[in-house]
């Protein structure tokens, strides 16, 4: 039984999701990639096979880059959308303590 099979259900369980939103326009071109790129070179699987193939070219590139070609460690989900929230709330507090001060 394969290990994402939840208890032999027949039910694909969490294989570690991470979402991405595109606009309109790039999303249609990542559609048409799949389509007459990727698909048409031969490749098989879905969609996110192959923006799976993408997004871990460029891990293992910044990787290679900035940690010497070893993984970085994993982080929980959550950690991320902490971050990059933590940096908007920053960068928010910097404008209105700019805006509080005299010209």
Known sequence: MAKDDAAGSGKVGNKGRIGAYFDQETADRVRGAYAYGWLGQGNKGSLSDMVKAAVMGLVEQLEQERN???????LNPGAVRVWSHQEIADKKAER???AEQPE
């Open 68 to 74: 010497d070609g070893r993984p970085w460690p994993g």
């Open 96 to 98: 209105a303590e700019q």
